[in-house]
């Protein structure tokens, strides 16, 4: 069985609690997430709650494209430019670890000091309700990791910016968090 891209090994109610959220109706159990399978998102409610939700991942991909989209990169596309300038459509999507490989180097990391840490995501609710997280270039931050793309990795002080800011300031969180990241090991 191939490793999953990234883990969330808390339960619904420990993620919620860690990320100040309303846990709902997710049962979320813990473990590995695969592209196409479902795991929690943290969305911004109309009365400005965070509420944990389960989305699957990976968005229905743009005209003319066959596969799902699990990471976005391009956020200058008239695709995502949409979506992203709406923060409802804007999400936390937890980790406690993600799969990154790059100069050889392949391996499982962490944010050092975090037991759970948020990726700044965005989700679609056409025919499934859908995320996708967004990514940025490495600038080089972790040449020993060898890891040249990196998640939108957010600080916590930097959540509720990314869930209700205007798209101007909102789009300067998606740069590398430089934060510490450690090796995990699974």
């Known amino acids: 069985m191939a490793a999953a891209p990234y883990r969330l090994d808390m339960t619904a109610e420990q993620i919620a609690a860690a990320l100040g959220a309303e846990q709902g109706g997710d049962v979320w159990p813990g473990g590995g997430v695969m592209p196409g399978g479902y795991a929690p998102v ?24 066959e596969h799902s989209v699990t990471h976005v990169r391009n956020l200058h596309s008239p695709f995502w430019i949409g979506t992203l300038r709406h923060t409802e459509f804007r999400c936390l999507v937890p980790a406690t670890a993600f799969y990154g490989s790059g100069g050889g180097t392949k391996g499982w990391f962490g944010v050092e000091g975090a037991a759970v840490f948020a990726i700044a995501g965005i989700w679609r609710d056409s025919d499934v309700a859908s995320y996708a997280m967004l990514t940025t270039d490495g600038d080089g931050l972790y040449p020993a990791e060898g890891l040249t793309t990196l998640l ?34 699974y």
Not at 42 to 65: E, N, S
């Open 42 to 65: 943290v969305i911004r409610g109309r009365d400005r709650r965070r509420r944990l939700v389960p989305r699957q991942w990976g968005v229905p991909p743009p005209p003319r494209g």
């Open 152 to 185: 939108a990795i957010l600080r916590p002080d930097d959540y509720d910016l990314w869930l209700s800011a205007d798209w101007k300031a909102a789009q300067d969180l998606v740069s590398p968090a430089r934060l510490p990241l450690r090796v995990m090991r």
